[in-house]
């Protein structure tokens, strides 16, 4: 998920820093506030990256009523 080739390919974030990051929280099991933030924010991302933009799922939509309108 958060390889440097992968980040590079996407391109949203820095791979150095992100690496820089992960050792940090790999080798500390209490690394800060602003590091478990930044993680999760690069996983989730990934995550959302993997499981709606790359598969081409889409929004659910509402039906429409008889007028044409969203219910």
């Given at each position: 998920?958060?390889?440097?080739?992968?980040?590079?390919?996407?391109?949203?974030?820095?791979?150095?820093?992100?690496?820089?990051?992960?050792?940090?929280?790999?080798?500390?099991?209490?690394?800060?506030?602003?590091?478990?933030?930044?993680?999760?924010?690069?996983?989730?991302?990934?995550?959302?990256?993997?499981?709606?933009?790359k598969?081409?799922?889409?929004?659910?939509?509402?039906?429409?009523?008889?007028?044409?309108?969203?219910?």
């Amino acid at each position: 998920m958060m390889a440097p080739e992968r980040l590079a390919a996407e391109g949203l974030f820095n791979p150095g820093a992100v690496t820089k990051l992960v050792e940090k929280c790999a080798g500390n099991p209490s690394p800060g506030f602003r590091a478990d933030t930044a993680f999760v924010g690069i996983l989730s991302t990934g995550l959302w990256l993997d499981t709606f933009a790359k598969s081409g799922a889409r929004a659910a939509t509402k039906p429409e009523n008889e007028a044409g309108k969203a219910a």
